[in-house]
Each structure stands twice: as structure tokens, then as C-alpha cells.
């Protein structure tokens, strides 16, 4: 974005900026209005008439909310998932006019992905917060316009539906649809997307990116995409020098993509000896050595990802960060407008939503719900959601807290996905105070690539089971196993500790020997790697792949049990 496309960005954002202060000073009237124009759109719809939507477009506006939630019951993926596959088999107006422009594909906490409509109504929704988004971005960051941009994003076309609708993944798409001066200032070409192979997705991601030392904005939905970047530079740094100074991509399998790659790919002589230089010197490639003049990173902050933000700021030299807000593949529900917070208002303006109790953790059809300008801060609250895209009275199954207002609208943060729990004696320790946990057993110990909690039984013993990788290499760390050792045995002690602290259940099983001392283990390096690219293969949008913070043992046994999920793709190189 160079100064002119800057002036005129800031120009015709003027009026919808003032649009999205009315709305945050009047929330219920945003959101009502937002709640009859998807209403209105999609009256003669099956969806629609089967729930009274043409009578329900006539009401006025002090019954809308209420007379909506009677005739529409709150539903699970499940309940759309018949008319969506009918949707896929090409059948027109069954959840949106005429057919969905595309599906977009979401990892979910399902065996199979979600696929989830996406029409141009929705996209223009989406649309109008990401660029509320981005405008606020650039005041705070005038300098942004001066360097290139690296993106991190999954395909946006991974095949087509039986009914012939392409199918991918939004932010691939919402990358790939950007103006022409934008694209211009992507450091990597969408089409890299296109590399089936995701291993020779990622290098040759790097070689794009490190042919440019002046990157300005990196952005990547999930920040474990961020340590997966400075994973690679550090384990490749001399192949991918070699390969930036012979100018040469690595192959695709594909001829076409790779000539048309190779057209893109213009590295130059004195970027390969600066990074050459860079690496004698470092004995590494750091992403803060060989990116002075990065600005800001943005990306998840929210919930888990919480856990990995000073992890990338150790690698990425401590630059600013700015959360993308709670975005998903069902919509974007609130516009981050500060850095280094996961705290955000509610994009009133965009999709329609409502909030149930967090305490209430079994959705009902019926289940009352309060809206934007009921909520209160400090307490959490349920999502669900009614979107342009066929999603009515959705259940979200994201958690979040209201952590302040910005005039009249509530700011929230994400905390967790509902149900996400341990509780092998009933303790019910949530992902969010796991991660809690780790964050204080963390503070004086050592850089971590990952972690996963899991339980095991064995003898009539039962504990919880912490598994790490360790961000500096098995190899470091059989070359100073004692010191590393006692290391690790004070992280696992602070843990278990912490845990006790934010899980009063955990503190009692513990005390009682329900539960017995924990035990940690260590991961071989790229168990994490191996995790995400193995659900890329098996269809779910790897950087949409959240970390596997929690997993249940297949059978009771010891760690690693047979036949459970993670386990059965990470090794365990030591037992502390």
C-alpha cells in the first residue's frame, strides 16, 4: 500500500468508521438492524419459510428479537448438516438465495471438517469488519505502508463439491480476492497456496519471504504458524540460503505452478550473502535478524493462543502485536482496536448474535439468551450466532469474557471452546487454565514449541501426563541432561502447582490422591510440525489446526496409549 492508496483507504473508510462508532454508542440498534437484513435476504428461503422469516420481516422492531428467538431454535452444526450436504449436492434456496459462492472449510473439534456456506451477503459482512480492521491497523502503524507483507494463510481452493462448488479455506480466499495494489505488496504470491505438498508449502513460503528484508507486517491466523516459521529457519537455514542464492524454488510436482512461481522468484545476490553473513554470524536465521524493519504481527491472542505469545516474541524480536479478533470460518465477531491485547469490541454492525451464561453448559432449542446490551463485565458468556451465510441462531461453541465497553459495547476476549475439559475425577480443568498453568510454570523456565496434557491409569495410579517440546532440540537437551532435567522437573512442579491454584477440584483430587504426582514427558522435535500437517492431509486447514492442548487416552494405560490422537504421530524421547 504505498502513500497514495493509503490517503485514499483513510478517505473512504471516514464513513463507515463513524457508522461503527454509532453502532458501538447504540449496540441494540445495530444488531437489530443487522438481525432484519438477514431476515429480509433470506425470507424465501426452505430455511426461511419453514421458519416463518417472510412474517417475521414485517415485525416491528421492538418484537423482532423475541419472535425470531420463538421461531427459530438455537442449533448445532448437526442440525444444518442435512441441508448443507443438500447444498452441496448443487440444491438451490435451501439455507441462502440460490447457492453458496463457496464452502469454507473449519478444523472444528469434530472427526470430520465443518463446511460452512459462504454467500456474497456474508462475504460483504466479513468484509466491513475486516476493513474497520485494517483501517485502525494503519492509523496506529502509518509505517506499515513502507515494507512488504508475509501472510500466512491456508488454500483458498482445495477441491470442489459434488454440486461443483468450490470449496477452501476464507482467509486463503479473502487473500487471494485483495486489489491489485495490495497483492503488490505480499512478499509471497497466493498462488504458493496452490503446493499441494505441505512441507514444500512452507520452504518455499520462506524462500519468498527471505528474498525481502523489508518486511513490515507479518500475519498469520494462528501464532503456532509463527513458531513453525521460526522452527524451519532455524533447521533449514542452510538449505534455504543455498537455494536463495541459486535462485531456485523448491520443486512443486506440479510444472505449471512452478513456472509460474519461478516468473515470481527474484532474489538477489547481495540478500543471499546478507543472510549467509547472518548465519556465520548467529550460527541461525532469527526472524528479528533477518527482518529489521518488522512493525507489527498480528494474529490469534485469545484463549490458548495466549500461551504461545511470548514464545513469538522471543523469536520475532518483541514487535508489536495485534490480535486479529474472534474470527472464524462461521464469521468475524468483534474488531481488535489495540495492540498487545486479545480484548475487542463486539462488531455489532456485521453478523447477529446473542449470549448465554458460560455456567449453562448443555444448549437446549429453547434455552434463553440476552443480547449485546445485556452483558456484563467480568462475566462469561456463550455464543450464538446468525450470520449472511445460513448459519441461524448457531451455537458458536466459543466462550468468551466481557472484559470492558468501548462506549456502549461490550469488548470481549476469547477464552475457550465449550466443553473443552480434563476431568478424570471430576476436577473439570478447562483448556484456559491449562494454559494458565503453563504460562506460570513457564515464566523462569525454558522456550516450548508445544504442550499436551493428557491422563493415564496404570496399576491403579492415575495422574495427568504433561508432554513438551522443548524449542531449543532434543539435541541441546541430551547435551546438558542433567542441568536440562532439573529444569524441566521445576517447570512440572510449578504446573502442578498453578493448576492447583486455578482448579480448587484439581487441588482436592491432589491432596486426597485421587490424582497422583504428574509426570512429564518430551516430545521428539516436530511432533507439533507433524500434528498439523498430518490433519492438512486428512482434509482440516493446517493453519486453522489448533494445538492439541488436551487429549484423552484411547484405553487407560500409560502414556502413550495405543490408538490416541496425537500420541500415536509424536514420539517420546525422555520421561522426566
Not at 136 to 164: E, I
Not at 539 to 556: D, L, M, S, Y
Request: proline share 6%.
Amino acid at each position: 500500500m504505498n502513500w497514495a492508496l493509503g490517503v485514499f483507504f483513510k478517505l473512504a473508510m471516514r464513513s463507515p468508521w463513524r457508522n461503527f462508532n454509532q453502532g458501538q454508542r447504540k449496540p441494540l440498534q445495530a444488531q437489530r438492524q443487522a438481525l432484519r437484513r438477514i431476515i429480509v435476504a433470506n425470507q424465501n428461503t426452505e430455511f426461511g419459510r419453514r421458519h416463518n422469516f417472510p412474517a417475521l420481516a414485517k415485525v416491528s422492531d421492538g418484537r423482532l428479537w423475541r419472535d425470531f428467538r420463538t421461531s427459530v431454535p438455537i442449533r448445532s452444526y448437526a442440525d444444518f448438516q442435512s441441508d448443507i450436504e443438500a447444498m452441496k449436492d448443487g440444491k438451490k434456496n435451501v439455507l441462502v438465495p440460490g447457492l453458496p459462492s463457496m464452502f469454507s472449510l473449519t478444523s472444528g473439534t469434530t472427526a470430520e471438517p465443518k463446511f460452512c456456506p459462504i454467500t456474497p451477503a456474508f462475504i460483504r459482512e466479513h468484509h466491513r469488519s475486516h476493513l474497520l480492521w485494517m483501517y485502525r491497523v494503519f492509523l496506529d502503524h502509518p509505517q506499515l505502508n513502507s515494507g512488504k507483507y508475509l501472510v500466512l494463510t491456508s488454500p483458498a481452493n482445495l477441491g470442489l463439491t459434488k454440486g461443483g462448488i468450490p470449496y477452501g479455506c476464507m482467509s486463503g480466499k479473502q487473500l487471494a480476492d485483495q486489489s491489485i495494489p495490495v497483492r503488490r505488496r505480499l512478499a509471497v504470491p497466493p498462488a504458493v497456496q496452490e503446493i499441494s505438498d505441505s512441507e514444500g508449502r512452507w520452504l518455499n513460503t520462506l524462500l519468498f519471504a527471505l528474498a525481502h528484508k523489508d518486511l513490515s507486517l507479518v500475519l498469520a491466523v494462528n501464532p503456532s504458524s509463527l513458531l513453525a516459521v521460526a522452527s524451519r529457519l532455524r533447521e533449514k537455514a542452510e538449505e534455504l540460503i543455498e537455494h536463495l542464492s541459486r535462485r531456485e524454488l523448491f520443486p512443486t510436482l506440479t510444472p505449471r505452478l512452478d513456472k509460474a512461481l519461478a516468473r515470481r522468484f527474484h532474489p538477489t545476490d547481495e540478500r543471499a550473502k546478507e543472510l549467509r553473513e547472518i548465519f556465520q554470524a548467529d550460527g541461525t536465521l532469527l526472524p528479528a535478524a533477518i527482518w529489521p524493519k518488522l512493525q507489527l504481527i498480528s494474529t490469534w491472542q485469545g484463549g490458548a493462543s495466549s500461551f504461545y505469545l511470548p514464545h513469538v516474541s522471543a523469536a520475532w524480536g518483541g514487535v508489536p502485536q495485534r490480535c486479529l479478533g474472534l474470527r472464524a470460518s462461521e464469521g468475524t465477531f468483534s474488531i481488535p482496536l489495540r495492540d498487545n491485547t486479545s480484548s475487542a469490541p463486539l462488531a455489532v454492525c456485521g453478523h447477529a448474535m446473542e449470549f448465554v451464561p458460560a455456567e449453562v453448559e448443555n444448549l437446549e432449542a429453547n434455552t434463553p439468551t440476552l443480547l449485546a446490551n445485556d452483558l456484563e463485565q467480568g462475566k462469561s458468556y456463550r455464543m450464538v450466532v446468525t450470520t449472511s451465510g445460513g448459519f441461524y441462531r448457531y451455537d458458536l461453541g466459543d466462550v468468551v469474557e466481557v472484559t470492558r465497553f468501548n462506549r456502549s459495547t461490550p469488548e470481549i476476549s476469547f477464552i475457550r471452546r465449550a466443553g473443552a475439559n480434563l476431568s478424570v475425577s471430576g476436577e473439570k480443568v478447562t483448556e484456559d487454565q491449562l494454559v494458565e498453568a503453563m504460562q506460570r510454570a513457564g515464566e523462569k523456565g525454558v522456550l516450548l514449541n508445544g504442550f499436551t496434557v493428557t491422563w493415564e491409569m496404570e496399576n491403579s495410579v492415575t495422574r495427568y501426563v504433561l508432554a513438551v517440546e522443548y524449542a531449543g532440540g532434543t539435541d541441546r537437551f541430551f547435551q546438558r541432561q542433567t542441568l536440562m532435567r532439573e529444569q524441566f522437573q521445576e517447570m512440572l512442579n510449578r504446573f502442578d502447582q498453578a493448576l492447583q491454584e486455578v482448579n480448587c477440584e484439581y487441588a482436592a483430587k491432589r491432596r486426597d490422591g485421587r490424582l497422583s504426582d504428574p509426570r512429564l514427558v518430551l516430545l521428539a522435535d516436530g511432533s507439533y510440525r507433524d500434528y498439523y500437517a498430518s490433519q492438512g492431509k486428512e482434509g482440516r486447514p493446517e493453519n486453522q489446526v489448533k494445538p492439541p492442548h488436551i487429549v484423552h487416552p484411547a484405553t487407560p494405560g500409560r502414556v502413550p496409549v495405543p490408538g490416541t490422537r496425537f500420541f500415536d504421530l509424536a514420539k517420546i524421547e525422555a520421561e522426566i
